[in-house]
């Protein structure tokens, strides 16, 4: 991790303006909106991401239940939110920078495998994302399922951090 508020700044500069619909943000369910936030910067807090060969994201998932403790590994999982100390914000957008690009065929770039996958609530349904240098992929991070293939030759890296919101 890496706070870096003037480096975030230059990047949210240069794509603030691809996606206008991200600047405001309505929380509430159905029909019912209970607040409209606005977005107020990119978090300062950098995750640069290193998957080596044979490497992928795999998380752990830990449900406390009165009765029951689940200790289960997983792939596909939602992102989680950020909110600062005082409260006064909050995450919605994960934001993941791609450093590197992957290969179409064996041999065209520094790895292969590492595409990110979009999967629907019942996992029949996948949508995958090829990393290349400079693409931006900005996803909602509380109920959008998604995980990272294996690296299966080479390096890939990235950077993740949030949009942030007033609340």
Known sequence: MWDQQELVAKIWKRMEGFVPELHHRFDGAGDVLERR????????????????????????????????????????HPDCYYQTEDGRERSYITVLLFLNDQAIAPGESEFVGGA????????????????????????????????????????????????????
Do not use: C
Not at 60 to 74: A, R, T
Not at 133 to 145: A, C, I, K, S, Y
């Open 37 to 76: 936030m606005k977005m107020t910067r990119l978090n300062e807090r950098m995750g640069f991401l290193k998957y080596e060969e044979g490497e992928h994201f795999e998380g752990k998932l830990k449900i406390i239940d009165v009765i029951w403790l689940l200790d289960l590994q997983y792939s596909a």
């Open 116 to 167: 990110i996958t979009f999967h629907s609530q019942d996992m029949e349904s996948k949508l995958d994302i090829a990393p290349k240098t400079g693409r931006l992929l900005l996803f909602e991070q509380e109920h959008l399922l998604h995980s990272g293939q294996q690296v299966s030759k080479g390096v890939k890296y990235a950077m993740r951090t949030d949009l942030m919101y007033g609340l």
